[in-house]
């Protein structure tokens, strides 16, 4: 089970959102002191199948060795298959009571949320954080929503949610420090680091302005 400050800079990243090695790139974001990372392998040009699997294994003993906890997008399957540290579901995604009998207690499961409905819906099925956005416009997600704003986290946490919530979408070192400033536990980003010239740079300048 992870602890809250492990949300504070909670890396995103799939082979398809950097030109580098995806695991160069890992090892990189993690020297630059990412404290999570989700392996988010879908859209265009992703890896599938067994293709999927060896990349995330790869990654995930990166992260081992670094003693930061991998986490697997959408896909419950290989998330068991790998004994993954967590797993994260949006809304059009297996529901999250579905998720809860085929995984063990020790592994996090995150939900998207971003109205006080899903949150509450999130925490009652017995969600361990809670990931907000798109905070602000992105260019990664292909079917992202409109941005809901910073704004968003303020309201969950005035309406009682007390859950860890990091907030996605769009945020770089311009805008992380309003996320925080809302209430959030962390920031998610995938290209302001992915997509870096000099990733572990652009990972401790995110981290200089979340502490
Ligand atoms: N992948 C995510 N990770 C987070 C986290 F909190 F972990 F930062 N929050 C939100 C999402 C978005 O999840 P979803 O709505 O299912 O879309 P997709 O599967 O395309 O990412
Ligand atoms: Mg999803």
Do not use: W
């Not at 909670?10 to 398809?16: A, D, L, R, T």
């Not at 599938?48 to 670094?66: F, P, T, Y």
């Not at 798109?134 to 704003?149: H, L, Q």
């Amino acid at each position: 089970m992870m602890n809250k400050e492990q949300y504070l800079l909670y890396f995103i990243m799939g082979s398809n959102n950097t030109d580098k090695d995806p695991e160069e790139a890992l090892r990189e974001a993690v020297q630059g002191g990412i404290t999570c990372f989700q392996f988010r392998e879908k859209g265009e040009d992703a890896r599938e199948a067994s293709g999927k699997k060896e990349l995330a294994q790869r990654l995930q003993v990166i992260c081992r060795e670094a003693g930061v906890p991998f986490i697997v997008n959408d896909d419950v399957d290989l998330a068991l298959e790998l004994g993954a540290d967590g797993i994260h579901a949006g809304q059009e995604d297996t529901p999250l009571r579905d998720i809860k009998k085929r995984c063990s207690g020790s592994m996090t499961v995150g939900v998207s949320a971003k109205t006080k409905a899903e949150a509450e819906q999130a925490v009652q099925d017995g969600a361990d954080y809670l990931g907000a956005g798109p905070m602000f416009a992105t260019s990664t997600k292909e079917d992202a929503e409109a941005p809901v704003g910073p704004e968003t986290v303020r309201m969950l946490r005035q309406s009682g949610i007390t859950l860890p919530i990091v907030g996605i979408g769009g945020i770089g070192t311009e805008n992380a420090a309003s996320v925080m400033e809302a209430g959030a536990d962390g920031v998610s980003v995938i290209s302001a680091i992915s997509r870096a010239p000099d990733i572990q740079q652009a990972a401790q300048s995110l981290r200089n302005v979340l502490r």
